[in-house]
């Protein structure tokens, strides 16, 4: 959309509703922006001359005689290097005290790669939580959200996660983030000695719901940037997905939509795919990873939310805490990771798909003895050993607190193994069991 | 004269116009905006306003913009070339469109104009030409592509010149022919066919009643799907529907395989386009790629051309089946075209059905699947299409939209179950709640008797029921506890458990495993089923899971070996020795 050489200006607006104004206006383009009162707004609808905006900090006190003036263009961000440290709004605004970004205006929300264009991820991202790491390899290019209920360290588990994983960039897009949290990254970060390679861009509570729906595109136009013009690895983090989705759910309410299941848009589902397919590894170098939180409501995951990220995202990360042991794990049974079979055995030392899978079986067999136990009935010595293998396991291997590398996890997940059983009760293939067993 | 217009209004991808010249309903036209042209399609007609989806995004849309209408409804570009091309929902050619970002209005051919076919004439002139006929055929990735007469063709035209055999490109006259009111046409190797309207040149459409082998055992055996058949795939994220639909794309004994990927992840279709590069077609020893189409409208693609895709996806089918070919179309998956179908009927405000999917969802889907089918050509040949789509019920609950009205049109439901992939028993189907309604069929019962197997359906059936005894005495030793039932009440359990790990769990990542043969197959079932006819006894109930964990454990490295080859005779024999053990006297 072209800069149009002066911007007119209109005081006559016709309807106010909690989110939109509408008033007669020439020559307006679709998704184009406009200030009401100085208040950023969007072109959502036209009909004839009749032109509706979306006022993204609501209308509140907006008086029917304001002033209304079209820039012409669809949100953009100054991209350039100079954004690399820089906390920023919704509106890619700076909230750090320091000047405005420099750079050439691009428009946020571009179009997708060309399916052909992409390249099969295979590079592992490694973490330190054997969680991840062991059970649930990330891959370069992969999208994936931590699925938490709201009392879980879910921030606490992602900045970690970014702090291991060697990319060149962390971008993180926080959406109606408290302010303690937002204090939290910036202090996590800086201590860490990385916030060169930060850049983020903050909705918090105290901020307008409806302007949260510009971060997941100020965040993504940001990692194109550093993933295609500069041929980076670039992890981004997106956290609360659900926030993102209760702004969508507004702003589709106050535009009469009809709503569909959980009082959801029925554009979710696109919505929500529009943002997790910009993850990507390019044919270059370049690679955008994107790790999400999605809060659930008692880990209900048929929930319209986390049930439609399901279906878009490459596996799921759930965080559960154990009640046995009273650590927070990632629980194997529930999380995936779908691209770690293009890693595992492959990029990962050759017996880390069979001792991974063995150590699962057995914990399932441990929480089949559990359920044994609490219905009363007598336990086997088997169960007996795969109980007192799973605390071990949990302990040792599965909490978050956990930090190793790949191949202590697996030393540590034979050990664990040998321990409590012998090779022909793990379904371990001969020739792994010969050259790992330990005893 | 086509008619031209001006945009009046917008909301997202419903573009109102405002009309000058005769508009007809589902036309495509062309909006101008920025220097981009956005390709639409006519959707409603009200009165002077005419409301079109633009299968693009409409940023900067203005009330002014020009549009211009085409004549012509959504049309499908057909004629050799198409195999192992990766298109967009509308047809453009992934593989030609510039740079890393699809740009908006940015289109390619469907099929490469340039290229030189060897032509060969299969008709004489003076003969007589109906829709669909073979006028000549070329060789496309070895399977012969007949170059077919209009199929709008009315009546009975007569063929006035025929090309000689020699090369030819697509665009060249290869044919012409006389119509009923005298008229002279030309044709060349390019068909085009509105693909919302089904493809009816051929004679008659019968009864499927040939086995489709995919040499998945879950599926042939238990739930058989047919050449011509339709069945569908629903199932919660991460029971492994693109698996098993990718391991169907890979092994199905088909001429042609179209695989639409239809609002799903990319890096789905990364992977066909990496890997079938590089597999086998064990039929032809050719590669995969070279029988397949790749369809790919995928999730961040523009919502508008998801329905699109499908119509197209299917509408090629519908061309290669017109050949003569077995064509298999896999879908994945429809129920985001069934999305699509709901964020336009909301925006034009039409009243909204259950879960505001549009009334007339049943309906869209049931004439969808029925356009697949096994048919008989006006020249006597057969074809067919075997349709597959997977269904992404919302939160894993079967009793939505978009499962019951697929469940009214499919004749094969695939259930995966997400208690079967939480242990990893995969593929996920349900054994209980799937159906095939192809074993019901007496065509196909004749010839499943004469050309599979004598017992492929009893066998069939008798399975189920063992799945079904061995789910019920599971039920009750969880109710009751290990000692609170009879022994018996363990062995029914492990017999299913054995027939369970053995025949309906495959591995889809090894090499032998991944596709049993259908003799390998029967003989399997019989083999099984033959064990679990025998009455064993033992003293109690702890001695039963031993016994079958062994006997299971010797089997699936039966599975793992090749048929033939010196472990597999040994691993048959310790089998069979294995299972006689612990068997009541009466019984040998």
Same mark, same amino acid.
């Given at each position: 959309?072209?800069?149009?050489?002066?911007?007119?200006?209109?005081?006559?607006?016709?309807?106010?509703?909690?989110?939109?104004?509408?008033?007669?206006?020439?020559?307006?383009?679709?998704?184009?922006?406009?200030? *009401?009162?100085?208040?950023?707004?969007?072109?959502?609808?036209?009909?004839?001359?009749?032109?509706?905006?979306?006022?993204?900090?609501?209308?509140?006190?907006?008086?029917?005689?304001?002033? *209304?003036?079209?820039?012409?263009?669809?949100?953009?961000?100054?991209?350039?290097?100079?954004?690399?440290?820089?906390?920023?709004?919704?509106?890619?605004?700076?909230?750090?005290?320091?000047?405005?970004?420099?750079?050439?205006?691009?428009?946020?929300?571009?179009?997708?790669?060309?399916?052909?264009?992409?390249?099969?991820?295979?590079?592992?991202?490694?973490?330190? %939580?054997?969680?991840?790491?062991?059970?649930?390899?990330?891959?370069?290019?992969?999208? %994936?959200?931590?699925?938490?209920?709201?009392?879980?360290?879910?921030?606490?588990?992602?900045?970690?996660?970014?702090?291991?994983?060697?990319?060149?960039?962390?971008?993180?897009?926080?959406?109606?983030?408290?302010?303690?949290?937002?204090?939290?990254?910036?202090?996590?970060?800086?201590?860490?000695?990385?916030?060169?390679?930060? %850049?983020?861009?903050?909705?918090?509570?105290?901020?307008?719901?409806?302007?949260?729906?510009?971060?997941?595109?100020?965040?993504?136009?940001?990692?194109?940037?550093?993933?295609?013009?500069?041929?980076?690895?670039?992890?981004?983090?997106?956290?609360?997905?659900?926030?993102?989705?209760?702004?969508?759910?507004? *702003?589709?309410?106050?535009?009469?939509?009809?709503?569909?299941?959980?009082?959801?848009?029925?554009?979710?589902?696109?919505?929500?795919?529009?943002?997790?397919?910009?993850?990507?590894?390019?044919?270059?170098?370049?690679?955008?990873?994107?790790?999400?939180?999605?809060?659930?409501?008692?880990?209900?995951?048929?929930?319209?939310?986390?049930?439609?990220?399901?279906?878009?995202?490459?596996?799921?990360?759930?965080?559960?805490?154990?009640?046995?042991?009273?650590?927070?794990?990632?629980?194997?049974?529930?999380?995936?990771?779908?691209?770690?079979?293009?890693?595992?055995?492959?990029?990962?030392?050759?017996?880390?798909?069979?001792?991974?899978?063995?150590?699962?079986?057995?914990?399932?067999?441990?929480?089949?003895?559990?359920?044994?136990?609490?219905?009363?009935?007598?336990?086997?010595?088997?169960?007996?050993?795969?109980?007192?293998?799973?605390?071990?396991?949990?302990?040792?291997?599965?909490?978050?607190?956990?930090?190793?590398?790949?191949?202590?996890?697996?030393?540590?997940?034979?050990?664990?193994?040998?321990?409590?059983?012998?090779?022909?009760?793990?379904?371990?293939?001969?020739?792994?069991?010969?050259?790992?067993?330990?005893? | 004269?086509?008619?031209?217009?001006?945009?009046?209004?917008?909301?997202?991808?419903?573009?109102?116009?405002?009309?000058?010249?005769?508009?007809?309903?589902?036309?495509?036209?062309?909006?101008?905006?920025?220097?981009?042209?956005?390709?639409?399609?006519?959707?409603?007609?009200?009165?002077?306003?005419?409301?079109?989806?633009?299968?693009? +995004?409409?940023?900067?849309?203005?009330?002014?913009?020009?549009?211009?209408?085409?004549?012509?409804?959504?049309?499908?570009?057909?004629?050799?070339?198409?195999?192992?091309?990766?298109?967009?929902?509308?047809?453009?050619?992934?593989?030609?469109?510039?740079?890393?970002?699809?740009?908006?209005?940015?289109? +390619?051919?469907?099929?490469?104009?340039?290229?030189?076919?060897?032509?060969?004439?299969?008709?004489?002139?003076?003969?007589?030409?109906?829709?669909?006929?073979?006028?000549?055929?070329?060789?496309?990735?070895?399977?012969?592509?007949?170059?077919?007469?209009?199929?709008?063709?009315?009546?009975?035209?007569?063929?006035?010149?025929?090309?000689?055999?020699?090369?030819?490109?697509?665009?060249?006259?290869?044919?012409?022919?006389?119509?009923?009111?005298?008229?002279?046409?030309?044709?060349?190797?390019?068909?085009?066919? /509105?693909?919302?309207?089904?493809?009816?040149?051929?004679?008659?459409?019968?009864?499927?009643?040939?086995?489709?082998?995919?040499?998945?055992?879950?599926?042939?055996?238990?739930?058989?799907?047919?050449?011509?058949?339709?069945?569908?795939?629903?199932?919660?994220?991460?029971?492994?529907?693109?698996?098993?639909?990718?391991?169907?794309?890979?092994?199905?004994?088909?001429?042609?395989?179209?695989?639409?990927?239809?609002?799903?992840?990319?890096?789905?279709?990364?992977?066909?386009?990496?890997?079938?590069?590089?597999?086998?077609?064990?039929?032809?020893?050719?590669?995969?790629?070279?029988?397949?189409?790749?369809?790919?409208?995928?999730? +961040?693609?523009?919502?508008?051309?998801?329905?699109?895709?499908?119509?197209?996806? =299917?509408?090629?089918?519908?061309?290669?089946?017109?050949?003569?070919?077995?064509?298999?179309?896999?879908?994945? +998956?429809?129920?985001?075209?069934?999305?699509?179908?709901?964020?336009?009927?909301?925006?034009?405000?039409?009243? /909204?059905?259950?879960?505001?999917?549009?009334?007339?969802?049943?309906?869209?889907?049931?004439?969808?699947?029925?356009?697949?089918?096994?048919?008989?050509?006006?020249?006597?040949?057969?074809?067919?299409?075997?349709?597959?789509?997977?269904?992404?019920?919302?939160?894993?609950?079967?009793?939505?939209?978009?499962?019951?009205?697929?469940?009214?049109?499919?004749?094969?439901?695939?259930?995966?179950?997400?208690?079967?992939?939480?242990?990893?028993?995969? /593929?996920?189907?349900?054994?209980?709640?799937?159906?095939?309604?192809?074993?019901?069929?007496?065509?196909?019962?004749?010839?499943?008797?004469?050309?599979?197997?004598?017992?492929?359906?009893?066998?069939?059936?008798?399975?189920?029921?063992?799945?079904?005894?061995?789910?019920?005495?599971?039920?009750?030793?969880?109710?009751?506890?290990?000692?609170?039932?009879?022994?018996?009440?363990?062995?029914?359990?492990?017999?299913?458990?054995?027939?369970?790990?053995?025949?309906?769990?495959?591995?889809?990542?090894?090499?032998?495993?991944?596709?049993?043969?259908?003799?390998?197959?029967?003989? =399997?079932?019989?083999?099984?089923?033959?064990?679990?006819?025998?009455?064993?006894?033992?003293?109690?109930?702890?001695?039963?899971?031993?016994?079958?964990?062994?006997?299971?454990?010797?089997?699936?490295?039966?599975?793992?070996?090749?048929?033939?080859?010196?472990?597999?005779?040994?691993?048959?024999?310790?089998?069979?020795?294995?299972?006689?053990?612990?068997?009541?006297?009466?019984?040998?």
């Amino acid at each position: 959309m072209k800069k149009q050489p002066f911007n007119i200006f209109y005081t006559e607006i016709e309807n106010i509703t909690k989110a939109t104004v509408a008033l007669r206006a020439d020559n307006a383009g679709n998704e184009e922006l406009a200030l *009401v009162e100085g208040r950023l707004a969007q072109v959502v609808k036209i009909r004839g001359s009749m032109v509706t905006l979306q006022v993204f900090s609501g209308t509140e006190g907006i008086a029917n005689n304001a002033r *209304v003036e079209f820039l012409g263009t669809a949100p953009s961000l100054a991209l350039s290097d100079k954004l690399k440290g820089r906390f920023l709004n919704a509106y890619g605004q700076p909230i750090d005290e320091r000047p405005a970004v420099e750079g050439p205006l691009t428009e946020i929300g571009g179009p997708s790669v060309n399916p052909v264009r992409r390249k099969q991820p295979n590079t592992p991202i490694f973490t330190g %939580i054997a969680g991840i790491d062991l059970n649930n390899t990330l891959v370069g290019g992969q999208k %994936i959200p931590f699925f938490a209920d709201p009392d879980q360290p879910y921030n606490e588990v992602m900045a970690t996660v970014a702090l291991r994983a060697k990319a060149d960039k962390i971008i993180l897009g926080g959406m109606g983030i408290s302010n303690d949290d937002l204090i939290y990254f910036k202090d996590t970060f800086r201590n860490a000695g990385v916030l060169d390679k930060i %850049i983020a861009f903050i909705n918090t509570t105290q901020d307008p719901p409806v302007e949260r729906l510009l971060i997941p595109d100020m965040v993504l136009t940001t990692a194109e940037y550093f993933a295609v013009e500069k041929q980076e690895q670039v992890l981004v983090l997106l956290t609360d997905m659900t926030l993102y989705a209760d702004a969508l759910s507004i *702003v589709s309410n106050r535009m009469d939509q009809i709503p569909s299941k959980d009082s959801m848009p029925g554009s979710l589902y696109s919505d929500l795919a529009r943002i997790y397919e910009k993850a990507v590894q390019f044919e270059g170098n370049g690679s955008i990873t994107i790790i999400a939180v999605t809060t659930l409501n008692q880990g209900d995951i048929t929930h319209a939310i986390p049930d439609n990220t399901g279906y878009i995202t490459e596996g799921q990360l759930f965080l559960r805490k154990d009640s046995e042991t009273g650590k927070v794990i990632i629980d194997p049974f529930r999380s995936l990771s779908r691209l770690k079979q293009l890693v595992i055995g492959k990029k990962t030392r050759e017996d880390h798909p069979q001792i991974m899978n063995a150590c699962i079986r057995l914990f399932a067999d441990a929480s089949e003895a559990k359920i044994k136990k609490e219905n009363g009935f007598e336990l086997t010595e088997y169960n007996n050993r795969t109980l007192a293998f799973a605390k071990s396991y949990t302990e040792s291997l599965l909490a978050i607190d956990v930090q190793m590398d790949m191949e202590e996890m697996l030393d540590k997940a034979w050990e664990l193994v040998g321990k409590f059983f012998q090779p022909e009760e793990t379904g371990i293939k001969q020739a792994m069991v010969e050259k790992y067993w330990k005893d | 004269m086509s008619a031209t217009g001006k945009v009046k209004g917008l909301i997202a991808n419903l573009v109102m116009i405002e009309p000058e010249g005769a508009v007809r309903q589902n036309e495509i036209c062309f909006l101008e905006t920025a220097g981009d042209w956005l390709m639409g399609e006519v959707i409603k007609i009200e009165g002077d306003t005419i409301y079109v989806q633009i299968y693009d +995004s409409t940023r900067g849309v203005r009330i002014g913009d020009k549009v211009t209408f085409t004549g012509s409804m959504l049309e499908v570009t057909l004629g050799p070339g198409m195999l192992s091309r990766k298109y967009d929902g509308l047809q453009s050619d992934l593989d030609e469109l510039e740079g890393t970002f699809l740009q908006r209005g940015q289109r +390619s051919d469907a099929l490469d104009m340039n290229r030189n076919w060897d032509f060969k004439p299969l008709m004489k002139t003076g003969e007589e030409v109906v829709a669909g006929a073979w006028l000549g055929v070329v060789e496309e990735n070895g399977l012969p592509h007949r170059i077919m007469a209009p199929f709008d063709l009315k009546g009975h035209a007569r063929l006035l010149e025929m090309a000689a055999q020699g090369t030819y490109k697509v665009t060249d006259t290869i044919a012409t022919i006389e119509l009923e009111n005298g008229e002279r046409q030309p044709l060349t190797m390019i068909n085009k066919w /509105p693909s919302k309207l089904a493809m009816k040149a051929y004679k008659q459409k019968l009864r499927p009643f040939k086995l489709l082998e995919t040499g998945i055992r879950t599926i042939d055996t238990l739930h058989p799907m047919l050449e011509g058949g339709t069945g569908f795939i629903p199932g919660p994220f991460g029971c492994g529907k693109t698996v098993l639909q990718q391991a169907i794309a890979k092994q199905a004994k088909a001429d042609v395989v179209i695989v639409a990927a239809c609002g799903e992840r990319a890096n789905e279709v990364v992977e066909i386009f990496t890997e079938f590069p590089e597999l086998d077609d064990p039929s032809t020893g050719r590669k995969l790629i070279e029988r397949t189409i790749i369809i790919a409208n995928t999730s +961040s693609m523009p919502v508008a051309a998801r329905e699109a895709s499908v119509y197209t996806a =299917m509408t090629i089918g519908e061309y290669y089946r017109s050949m003569g070919l077995r064509v298999l179309l896999l879908v994945d +998956s429809t129920s985001r075209w069934a999305q699509a179908l709901r964020e336009m009927s909301n925006r034009l405000e039409e009243l /909204p059905g259950p879960d505001a999917f549009p009334m007339d969802l049943t309906a869209v889907i049931s004439s969808f699947y029925a356009r697949a089918g096994y048919v008989t050509l006006n020249n006597d040949e057969q074809g067919s299409i075997t349709f597959i789509g997977t269904v992404s019920p919302a939160g894993g609950n079967l009793k939505e939209p978009v499962t019951e009205a697929t469940k009214k049109a499919a004749r094969c439901f695939y259930a995966l179950e997400q208690r079967r992939a939480d242990s990893k028993r995969y /593929p996920a189907v349900d054994p209980i709640d799937s159906y095939s309604k192809y074993l019901e069929y007496p065509e196909f019962q004749s010839y499943a008797s004469s050309s599979v197997g004598k017992d492929w359906i009893s066998n069939a059936l008798e399975i189920k029921n063992v799945m079904l005894r061995g789910k019920e005495a599971a039920d009750q030793i969880n109710i009751l506890g290990d000692d609170g039932v009879s022994i018996d009440f363990h062995v029914e359990f492990w017999k299913s458990e054995m027939l369970d790990f053995i025949l309906l769990q495959q591995d889809a990542f090894d090499d032998v495993d991944m596709f049993t043969p259908i003799h390998r197959q029967a003989f =399997m079932s019989s083999f099984l089923l033959d064990i679990s006819r025998r009455n064993y006894t033992f003293n109690h109930f702890s001695e039963v899971r031993p016994f079958f964990r062994k006997l299971i454990n010797t089997l699936k490295q039966l599975n793992y070996a090749e048929e033939g080859s010196d472990a597999y005779e040994k691993l048959l024999e310790e089998a069979k020795e294995l299972s006689e053990l612990n068997v009541e006297v009466s019984n040998i």
